[in-house]
T-cell receptor, first 113, second 112 residues
């Protein structure tokens, strides 16, 4: 049972435009959410996170939105740059899973110049 | 700081062979983790160690054992490798009571 789902395997965006990556979760005990970015042949690197007490968190070009009632979060990248091309994973933790991350399947983002 | 290091980077095994994947971190983190990444599956937790001297099973522990050798090192052992264990393995670490985990570069393992 996939508790964290990223239903779009890939996304293609033009440089300068907005990239929106989506993630859904089913476990209502999850209360902390993270986004990781992964380049080929490298480990994932932490990008941005959000606690369930917030509905938005910004860090430069990256903003994460959380809709608790819909059990949905999204990552917005504005403006998108070719260097943003990577695999993006959302992850969640909370409740009895505290400290352990449950990851989505990942979305491959390609930003075209 | 090297962060999280993993050895080896690549390994090819035959079915039934054993091997140990090594992981070390120099960030003085209490918690360490082993994940495997398979196409279309994301990262799945194999084992974790919340602190030195403790280890617990994650989502997919079958076929693996771990040792938390000291605060810095956390190894993953495959006693009798199977083709289903072909995967990319990532080690990660985090500070106590912090959710952000820092990942190593990965070990690509192929079992023939």
């Amino acid at each position: 049972d996939q508790q964290v789902k990223q239903n779009s395997p890939s996304l293609s965006v033009q440089e300068g435009r907005i990239s929106i990556l989506n993630c859904d979760y089913t476990n209502s005990m999850f209360d902390y959410f993270l986004w990781y970015k992964k380049y080929p042949a490298e480990g994932p690197t932490f990008l941005i996170s959000i606690s369930s007490i917030k509905d938005k968190n910004e860090d430069g070009r990256f903003t994460v939105f959380l809709n608790k009632s819909a059990k949905h979060l999204s990552l917005h990248i504005v403006p998108s740059q070719p260097g943003d091309s990577a695999v993006y994973f959302c992850a969640a933790t909370g409740g009895t899973s505290y400290g352990k991350l449950t990851f989505g399947q990942g979305t491959i983002l390609t930003v075209h110049p | 700081n090297a962060g999280v290091t993993q050895t080896p980077k690549f390994q090819v095994l035959k079915t039934g062979q054993s091997m140990t994947l090594q992981c070390a971190q120099d960030m003085n983190h209490n918690s360490m983790y082993w994940y495997r990444q398979d196409p279309g599956m994301g990262l799945r937790l194999i084992y974790y160690s919340a602190s030195e001297g403790t280890t617990d099973k994650g989502e997919v522990p079958n076929g693996y054992n771990v040792s938390r050798l000291n605060k810095r090192e956390f190894s993953l052992r495959l006693e009798s490798a199977a083709p289903s264990q072909t995967s990319v393995y990532f080690c990660a670490s985090s500070e106590a009571l912090k959710n952000e985990q820092f990942f190593g570069p990965g070990t690509r393992l192929t079992v023939l």
